[in-house]
């Protein structure tokens, strides 16, 4: 199982990015979603879950300015970041439960590489 996740970039305050996270491989099932981002000099924190009847929760600092959302069919999930703040700058990461079927069914917690978002003031 691989994640791949997309959207990453360079935008000015206040601005907005659209974050995308694809699974690919032998799935079953994907259960929650999430993504973490992790800014320079500090810990990876949780941005926000989803789980896949699409209930969702975000960290503090995100409500009201990030929607995070799944397309179970595609098993890929986004994040929409709006009013960007320059601490919102970090790599974000998605991670998926995700259940596969080859060669037995087994579930694990999966990782994507993470992509750079870059908030400028």
């Known amino acids: 199982v691989q994640l791949q996740a997309s959207g990453g970039g360079l935008v000015q305050a206040g601005g907005s990015l659209r974050l995308s996270c694809a699974a690919s491989?032998?799935?079953?099932?994907?259960?929650?979603m999430a993504w973490y981002r992790q800014a320079p000099g500090k810990q990876r924190e949780l941005v926000a879950t989803?789980?896949?009847?699409?209930?969702?929760n975000y960290a503090d600092s995100v409500k009201g300015r990030f929607t995070i959302s799944r397309e179970n069919a595609k098993n890929t999930m986004y994040l929409q970041m709006s009013s960007l703040k320059p601490e919102d700058t970090a790599v974000y990461y998605c991670n998926a439960d995700v259940i596969t079927a080859t060669p037995r069914l087994s579930r694990d917690a999966y990782w994507g590489p993470g992509t750079l978002v870059t908030v400028s003031s």
């Open positions: 491989g032998s799935i079953f099932s994907v259960n929650d």
């Open positions: 989803i789980a896949r009847g699409g209930s969702t």
